[in-house]
């Protein structure tokens, strides 16, 4: 079934590769965007571009009338280069921004919603496995633990809605755009790759396509009222993730002592992989990384 949809923060780079795949699905496309001249993707690939800021609520309400769906990807996250940026910002767009949103879409007459979260909500029990209702608690006064509770703060937000709503929280992004495996890759072959502290807490990935692509089961699906993990099948320590990019790019094995990057996370994606009938394509990084 064809369905409109709007999809707020179409210009980053889970809604550059969302936007496509909803079109290639036989959806109408509504890109908002704060900078239209930025989303060429969803132009070129035929979605309709409007301009809308989640701080902004009357051109918001306006750019949503007559969607069956809202997806709302808005995030303003530092580049993974970065040594420091403005992570609170990031958290007040979480809280803030999202009770905009959320409003805005009552307003306009959306019926369904569904929120981008982060898998690392669930961070803090080392080594063990996390699914869904596993949560730990973190520590505020740090930038994790900050990020954390305002991702717990939005999805709860998301929930009291009114709205029939979906959350799917991501591990941690590579691929094509987001930054990061570049990075990783560009330091190991300048010999600059360092483990956070010793390498031995745990990350999860996903793929940002297997991301995309697991939005499109879940709007096929909609599991009403869920909050789902989508994340690849082999959660990795960060050792053996950088020991793998120092090995292909034929670098020495990556020392001890960088900077702690998040707090350790092990999750499964069981729950996604049963109700959006999904698997990840890039079912480890080793299969991701390849190049």
Known sequence: MSLQIAVLGATGVYGRHLVPRLVSAGHRVRALARK????AVAAACGAEVVRADIFDAPPLVDALRHCDIAINLATSLPS??????????????????TA????????AGVPRILQQSIAMTHAGGGAAWAGENTFHPVDESSIAGAAIAAVRDMEAIVESSGLDWLVLRGGLFYGPG????????????????????????HVSLVHIADMAQATVRALARWPSRQALIVADDSPARWRELFAYVCAISGSSPPRPGGRSLMPSFRVRNTKARELLSWAPSYSDYRAGLAR
Do not use: H
């Open 178 to 201: 987001t930054g990061f495996d570049d990075d990783w890759f560009s330091r190991a072959r300048a010999g600059k790759l360092r483990l956070p502290d010793e390498g031995d807490d």
């Open 36 to 39: 239209p001249e930025a989303a």
């Open 80 to 97: 993974p280069t970065s040594q420091g940026g403005d992570y609170a910002k990031n958290d007040a767009l979480r809280r803030e921004g």
């Open 100 to 107: 905009i949103w959320t409003r805005a879409c009552r307003d």
